[in-house]
């Protein structure tokens, strides 16, 4: 190469310019080729798999409408007649399966009810009643489950496929039959060619299709089922021995690539295996097609490739020639100016090129001799410009002495330029400890190892302080080109090194604040993409930071509005402050309060900052509150109600007490009395669960096993849901024990049930299960209302309709109902919910719609083992003949309540109010045993009227009635303890027996 001439080297470039363009043009050939060739193969898998989704579609569709008819009463009902032989059932039967046939318009040619047996019972088609199935795949499948089989026609032996269903009895749920739809082969043609497609008013199916595609089925035995584009009546003829149908058909692996057909023709394919039925799909287009654009692009390249060879070739001939000529004449020139005659100049004859490079080389001559004379100028003025320098400067020759330093180094050092100048300068001003690394720095710059340096170190000044310098350093030549030293610049930087490493504490100080903060601390860009968070995020979010940047911030927002509001806010006012429920990464939602504004960074311009803290325990809370508020609301109102029947049943029962002790046991009215007592026990249980949830009843709890409630009444939630419902219970080995009022938790399972059985009109399954639980504080932890520790834990779960999670958030508001008018009075779960806080414990509902419902109940373990029933005597009441002054502001219970005491022997003074009590104990008090005194009454109530007698006789005996429960009564008017108390309503034993045991207390 170095000996060709500049000739020589232009024509060699002109074959090496067009040797990579046609090794492009084969390269890019071959390419295209591969990659024409991969495109339609993905082409064809695409068209296969939409293909295998139609005919997998059509027949589903016929499956179902198959699977329908073998479940249509009707057929049963004219099956079962057929199979018995009725007359004329058979040609009923027909008649409904060519009327249904026709109504839905499937492909089905035929319809047929084949009998247990395998005859065909009716048929749509009349010859082929009476030919025997039992043999065929269609029918044995059929008789099982719902199938799809290949099978030939017995009068035209021409294959065809036959969907079939077994037909139950409902009864017994024996085999009536099977019943057999066939669908012709040309259905499913007609689908692959499009010609279904285009009878809805779809585009035509050429469209977009290359011209040698065809999609065609073959089955099991090789032979092609639809007909093919190429030949005529292949159909059921051609037999198809290719490569992807071996390989469905040996291991059910579908291929797509490039191979040959039927026909013996390459082609590009694919193919969708059917395993059930043994088919194969293909998708083939011949490979001259695919390829052909290739063929055309390499025809179009190799003749732009010739004209553009041509081209080049003329214009060396034209111009290369010429201009070498005249660079030659101008190396001659530079070899003058080399040897140092720069008086030497070029003739101007072009302003080409080379014209313009003869200009440049004159002006370049001329401007050598003006360089000349001032380069002793230049001297003079470096040293100046060096003492003007804002750095330090000083060359350093291979003896390590310092050759040169300028003003500013002086400064540095604090001595003069004479002083410096020949002293060792690793020596003199590099402190001890880092000499030796300094040296080896600049030995490997002297020997060519490095030929420019950046680095940092200290300096020792003339008075013994140390300073840090920002070195660059460059080696020094002489005019051979040998290295003489190194020149160094050098900056003070002491002052801003202090200033770093206080920014670098006090970035380290802010940095710790962000990482121990429990407060997600983030910055987005103004898209509200995630650019920068703090540790917390990951807890918060559940993803790492890695996944969490570039993550959009609204993107974690479950509702579109909060998304909208956020960015709406942001924009109109630059900040934004509000509360949203996110979805961490393991799908759980919390609870987000996020501030957040939008501003510039300096010099890297507009982002969002802003703050977020998870309040999911908070809400929680506040959802208590606020459910707490709603039941204290209606509380107060049920509460009132209950007290006041309270009263209206205390008259009831009283009357009907003392009917039952005046009349004989045998007695005719008798039945008629119990009945009654009956009544008002169950009307007393009503009045309770009102108390409990208002949450001003008296509970009684005592130890009690949780398995032992669930087994007393499952018996009664078993007729309460019906027979249509599955009820299952399990319970927990562990027996786990509770302090509970029995009844109440048998209530809330009554009302759990008959909601269940509600929400199953169809049937389902009602489940109840017991297991003990240990709730952990971490677990808790979004949990802000419940307590850690041991709990029974009662699952009642239905599969019925269920709701969604608007409904289940307001599901224990008091008169919240989702179910007819006149089907619900919407306060079951709210008394549910009030019973269940009665017992210190939690209820918790779960649901999702179409799926089913479940409530989880927490009561708290009692830690004592449950109370053995104690043997119960029955003990008649007992009177006295004491006097008792008797006060209570109803006087329908205050009559009955004097007769009941008179009855059995008590003399009674009644008073009409707690003033109108203390009256009448002013004026015959010695003469009174005991008080009887109703809590709520007007002017002044018991507590008050008690308080005013007893400072009369502070030794009298009192008993104080009331609807609501002592712990109520005791927070609304500060009842003392260890006084007697009895809960309306009244009974006459109870009443009796607890007068006894006041009066007989020593």
């Not at 982002?607 to 509150?625: D, F, N, Y």
């Not at 008179?902 to 015959?924: N, Q």
Request: aromatic share 6%; charged share 25%; glycine share 8%.
């Amino acid at each position: 190469m170095k000996n060709l001439s500049l000739s020589q080297k232009a024509l060699l470039a002109v074959f090496i310019i067009l040797l990579p363009i046609t090794l492009t043009f084969v390269y890019g050939y071959r390419k295209n080729k591969e990659q024409l060739k991969g495109a339609v193969l993905k082409e064809m898998t695409v068209i296969a798999e939409a293909y295998e989704g139609q005919v997998l579609q059509h027949l589903d569709v016929v499956k179902r409408r198959v699977a329908g008819l073998a479940n249509d009463k009707s057929i049963k009902a004219l099956a079962r007649e057929a199979v018995a032989g009725k007359k004329g059932s058979r040609g009923r039967l027909a008649s409904y399966f060519i009327s249904e046939n026709a109504e839905y318009g499937i492909g089905i040619t035929t319809i047929s009810l084949i009998s247990p047996v395998g005859r065909v019972l009716a048929s749509t088609d009349p010859t082929r009643v009476g030919q025997d199935h039992s043999l065929d795949e269609s029918f044995l499948m059929g008789s099982v489950n719902t199938s799809i089989a290949e099978e030939k026609n017995y009068g035209s032996n021409i294959p065809e496929i036959a969907v079939s269903a077994p037909v139950l009895d409902e009864a017994s749920g024996g085999l009536l039959g099977v019943i057999t739809a066939y669908i012709p082969f040309s259905d499913l043609d007609r689908l692959l060619s499009g010609e279904s497609n285009m009878e809805l008013g779809a585009l035509s199916w050429s469209r977009g299709r290359h011209e040698t595609m065809e999609v065609y089925l073959v089955n099991g035995n090789r032979v092609m089922l639809t007909d093919s584009i190429f030949i005529k009546d292949a159909a059921m003829r051609q037999k198809v021995d290719t490569e992807p149908v071996g390989k469905c058909l040996e291991g059910g692996i579908e291929v797509a690539g490039f191979y040959k057909d039927y026909r013996g023709i390459e082609v590009a394919g694919a193919s969708m295996c059917f395993p059930a039925l043994g088919w194969t799909l293909l998708v083939e287009t011949d490979e001259s097609e695919v390829v052909r654009p290739a063929y055309e692009m390499l025809k179009s390249a190799v003749i732009g490739a010739g004209m553009a060879g041509i081209l080049i070739i003329a214009l060396y001939l034209l111009i290369i020639r010429k201009m070498v000529k005249r660079v030659g004449i101008l190396a001659r020139a530079a070899g003058e100016i080399a040897s140092g005659n720069y008086d030497v100049a070029l003739p101007v004859k072009s302003r080409d090129e080379i014209g313009e490079l003869n200009i440049s080389f004159n002006r370049m001559a001329s401007d050598i001799r003006d360089r000349n004379a001032e380069i002793l100028m230049e001297k003079d003025r470096a040293r100046m410009y060096l003492d003007l320098a804002g750095v330090s400067i000083v060359a350093i020759g291979l003896d390590k002495k310092v050759k040169l330093i300028n003003r500013r180094g002086c400064e540095l050092l604090g001595l003069g330029a004479e002083d410096i100048v020949g002293m060792d300068w690793f020596e003199s001003f590099i402190p001890e400890n880092i000499r030796k690394e300094m040296l080896g720095r600049f030995a490997r710059c002297m020997n060519g190892e490095v030929s420019v340096d950046y680095y940092e170190n200290d300096i020792v000044t003339a008075g013994g302080g140390l300073r840090t310098v920002s070195w660059h350093s460059t080696l020094l030549r002489d005019p051979s080109g040998a290295v003489i030293g190194s020149l160094c610049s050098g900056e003070d930087i002491t002052e801003k090194r202090r200033a770093e490493e206080a920014l670098r504490i006090s970035e380290k100080k802010y940095r710790t604040i962000l990482e121990e903060s429990r407060d997600v601390i983030f910055v987005a860009t103004p898209d509200l993409r995630l650019m920068d968070l703090n540790p917390v995020a990951e807890e918060v979010f559940g993803y790492r930071l890695s996944e969490l940047i570039g993550k959009r911030l609204d993107g974690f927002f479950i509702e579109e509005p909060d998304r909208e509001r956020f960015k709406g806010e942001l924009r109109e006012k630059g900040e934004a402050k509000f509360e949203a429920r996110v979805r961490r990464k393991d799908g759980q939602e919390i609870w987000l309060s996020i501030s957040a504004r939008g501003v510039d960074e300096a010099g890297g311009g507009p982002v969002c900052r802003g703050i977020m803290r998870e309040i999911t325990a908070q809400k929680h809370l506040e959802a208590q509150l606020i459910q707490a508020q709603k039941m204290e609301a209606v509380g107060q109102l049920t509460g009132g109600i209950a007290h006041d029947f309270n009263n209206i049943l205390t008259a009831i029962m009283s009357s009907a007490g003392l009917l039952e002790l005046m009349l004989p046991r045998d007695s005719r009215q008798m039945n008629y009395v119990r009945q009654i007592i009956s009544s008002s026990e169950r009307a007393s249980k009503l009045t309770r669960g009102l108390l409990a949830f208002s949450r001003k009843t008296l509970v009684e709890l005592k130890p009690v096993r949780v398995n032992d409630i669930i087994r007393n009444t499952e018996r009664l939630l078993s007729r309460l849901i019906g027979e249509d419902i599955d009820f299952k219970v399990s319970l927990s080995d562990a027996d786990p024990v509770v302090t509970a009022d029995v009844s109440q938790i048998e209530q809330v399972l009554m009302n759990l049930a008959t909601n269940a059985r509600d929400a199953m009109p169809k049937g389902g399954t009602l489940a109840i299960a017991t297991e003990t639980i240990r709730l952990s504080t971490e677990a808790l932890k979004d949990q802000g209302y419940m307590r850690p520790g041991e709990y029974a834990l009662i699952t009642v779960s239905d599969t019925g309709t269920g709701m969604d999670r608007k409904v289940v958030e307001r599901i224990f508001d008091p008169f919240f109902t989702t179910k007819e008018v006149g089907k619900g009075t919407g306060l079951g779960l709210s008394m549910a919910y009030g019973i269940i806080k009665q017992h210190n414990g939690y209820i918790n509902a779960y649901s999702e719609p179409g799926v089913g419902t479940q409530f989880k109940i927490y009561l708290p373990l009692a830690g004592i083992k449950a109370a053995e029933e104690a043997e119960i005597r029955t003990e008649s009441p007992k009177g006295g003949t004491e006097t008792i002054l008797l006060a209570e502001d109803d006087a329908e219970v205050r009559s009955l309540v004097k007769a009941l005491l008179e009855e059995f022997g008590y003399t009674v003074i009644e008073s009409v109010d707690g003033e109108d009590a203390v009256k009448k104990y002013a004026e015959i008090g010695k003469d009174v045993d005991m008080l009887v005194l109703d809590m709520i009454m007007p002017k002044m109530n018991g507590k008050e009227a008690f308080g005013e007698i007893r400072r009369l006789n502070p030794s009298v005996r009192a008993l104080f009635l009331s609807g609501y429960s002592q712990d109520f009564i005791s927070q609304k008017v500060i009842l003392e303890e260890g006084l007697d108390f009895y809960v309306k309503p009244i009974s006459a034993s109870g009443l009796l027996k607890r007068v006894r045991e006041v009066l007989d207390r020593k």
